[in-house]
């Protein structure tokens, strides 16, 4: 596979499955040859019928970090260099692993999230307890994510849930034992979101192996 290619998939994969990341792709490629196409046109590619292509699926109003930095990338080799492999996009926010064990650390990543600008709600619930800042809304929001989060995992270990809930968005993803809901406002940037709720991962350890 091209490797251009290859990282506009990967970094489709932190909002969407590999195999919808593949299809969004194939899409906005139009039946152009991946290994025919220059880094001008990639980055034009990925700015234009991507980002529409994605639009289509998630409400976002601009590229993922990720696809953002790659175009930039693109766009800044020399022309004589047109058909040099594809920059290595460099790791600028690490996947963060967290102890779901340690009230701390549940209690530090779910502050975290309710200071992202646009934010609502957010609720974290692990095997070992529940944290969760809830604003305006009431407790009743809790047991609503719960059953939702048990509902899709029924169907099959699901990587991200977005719908819209009332006049937010909210996005839904398993975390260790249990799960992490964030809810925003609709102007909130969900890319950004999406991105950095990708990035968190429990700590494989004790009870969670």
Request: hydrophobic share 40%.
């Amino acid at each position: 596979m091209d490797r251009t290619a290859q990282k506009i998939i990967e970094a489709l994969s932190q909002v969407v499955s590999p195999l919808a990341a593949s299809s969004l792709l194939k899409r906005a490629l139009g039946g152009q040859s991946p290994e025919a196409l220059e880094p001008q046109r990639w980055a034009e590619l990925i700015e234009g019928p991507l980002q529409q292509e994605l639009k289509g699926i998630l409400p976002m109003s601009g590229l993922l970090p990720e696809l953002q930095q790659l175009a930039q990338q693109l766009k800044a080799q020399p022309q004589s260099s047109q058909r040099a492999q594809a920059p290595t996009i460099e790791a600028t926010d690490l996947t963060e692993y967290v102890n779901l064990q340690s009230e701390q650390d549940r209690h530090n990543l779910v502050l975290e999230m309710a200071r992202r600008e646009g934010t609502l709600a957010v609720v974290l619930d692990s095997g070992y307890g529940q944290e969760y800042r809830l604003g305006t809304h009431k407790e009743n929001l809790v047991g609503l994510l719960s059953i939702a989060h048990r509902l899709l995992d029924r169907k099959g270990r699901y990587r991200v849930f977005y719908t819209v809930f009332r006049e937010a968005q909210l996005v839904l993803r398993p975390l260790g034992q249990g799960y992490l809901a964030v809810l925003t406002r609709n102007e909130a940037n969900l890319g950004q979101l999406l991105y950095r709720m990708g990035k968190i991962e429990a700590l494989q350890m004790g009870a969670e192996q």
